[in-house]
């Protein structure tokens, strides 16, 4: 009995040093916002700070200067993400429309990232520039390992 009592901290440390090193899904960090590009794109935010993400900075940005790209930061470093796919439905408007869809499908190397909203809040029609808010579900995957999903907000403008 005595040897078993001795064992178990052991397996305790073992059991919680594997836990630490099993999330599977990448760190992702608020970029900083004076390192992004002026002028018109989206940014993409956690919504609130229920997924233990902070909210104090974009988790993805994406501008129309670079449109084949966009940035996020994950796993400790910046990454530059090309943009595969940009889907709007039911089609593209100017301004956007309550309701409309916005997709946006990124990778680099071992990371997959999707952006999928729908617009909550827009902009009149022949409105001086505004944003467009979106309610949006941000999809961050390493290669081979299951994704990492956040609820967030999407703001898009000049």
Known sequence: ???LLRRVPAVLVLALAA??????????????REGLRPGC????????NRQNVSNEGPL??????????GRAKLDGEIRRL?????KRLPE????PQHGDRLIL???????????IGSVTQ???PRAAPCTTLHATRLIFRRAGEPPREIDGIGECGC
């Open 1 to 3: 009995m005595s040897r």
């Open 19 to 32: 836990a630490a090193q099993a999330d599977p899904a990448p760190k992702i960090e608020p970029l900083a």
């Open 41 to 48: 794109g989206c940014a993409f935010y956690a919504q609130g």
């Open 60 to 69: 993805l940005h994406w501008s129309l200067d670079e449109r084949e790209w």
């Open 82 to 86: 090309r943009l595969l796919q940009e």
């Open 92 to 95: 593209a408007r100017d301004p």
């Open 105 to 115: 499908v990124f990778q680099e190397d071992r990371y997959h990232v999707q952006a």
């Open 122 to 124: 827009a902009c009149a």
